[in-house]
């Protein structure tokens, strides 16, 4: 069973730019959750997607959105770009919502200059 | 707001020393996962706790979730080089798994 997909795993972008990642969950599973890893903060909640709905959001700007396709593929878009927004972008898969394990894809690494 | 506290943040040992990290929250969990993350690599889910005062084990690795369920260890027993990485709790306070919240990491190293 293939993992999850992200794509592009690099990228560098200018400040005020946006960007959109996308992440294609295992065959199957239904939830969809991203997250931003950087060193200072660690693995922040950005938010989570089941059945093409938000279930649950961070605490971040609303430069930050996402949605979920039909085929449970995933995109998360952060407009207006800063600085600070250079991380590792993960997303990860799980069956369900609730108690499930997750799975991770080998995240996005975006650099902003 | 909710959040998991995890010591320590860097761990050095010698190969074949015992390794320990622990998590806790100030507000009781639902259930508690914990995470491998390699050098250069993703979060892979180790295990989840359910129940109060749960005890799991995996080879050389012994899960604890505390009676109160708001704090959590792992301990490896004599490490080897390939427990390099950074080991993260991630509390779930109820309902969807959004509602997971990751400690900082404790980052180990071995010593061979």
């Known amino acids: 069973k293939a993992g999850v997909t992200q794509t592009p795993r690099y990228l560098i972008k200018t400040r005020g730019q946006q960007v959109t990642l996308s992440c294609s969950p295992i065959?199957?599973?239904?939830?969809v959750s991203w997250y931003q890893q950087t060193p200072g903060q660690g693995l922040q909640f950005l938010f989570e997607y089941f059945s093409e709905t938000q279930r649950n959001k961070g605490n971040f700007p609303g430069r930050f959105s996402g949605r979920q396709f039909s085929n449970s593929r995933s995109e998360m878009n952060v407009s207006t770009l800063e600085l600070g927004d250079s991380a590792l972008y993960l997303c990860?898969?799980?069956?369900?919502?609730?108690?499930?394990?997750?799975?991770f894809g080998p995240g996005t690494r975006l650099t902003v200059l | 707001g909710q959040q998991v506290m995890q010591i320590p943040q860097y761990q050095h040992v010698q190969e074949g020393e015992d390794f320990t990290t622990y998590c806790n929250s100030s507000?009781?969990?639902?259930?508690i996962q914990w995470y491998k993350q390699r050098p250069g690599g993703h979060p892979v889910f180790l295990i989840q706790l359910v129940k109060s005062g749960e005890v799991k084990k995996q080879k050389r690795l012994t899960f604890q979730f505390g009676e109160a369920k708001k704090n959590s260890s792992l301990h490896i027993t004599a490490t080897q080089t390939t427990d390099v990485g950074t080991y993260f709790c991630a509390g779930n306070y109820g309902g969807s798994q959004g509602n997971l919240i990751f400690g900082k990491g404790t980052k180990l190293s071995v010593k061979p």
């Open positions: 507000t009781t969990l639902s259930n």
């Open positions: 065959s199957g599973h239904r939830s």
């Open positions: 990860a898969s799980s069956i369900g919502t609730g108690y499930n394990e997750q799975f």
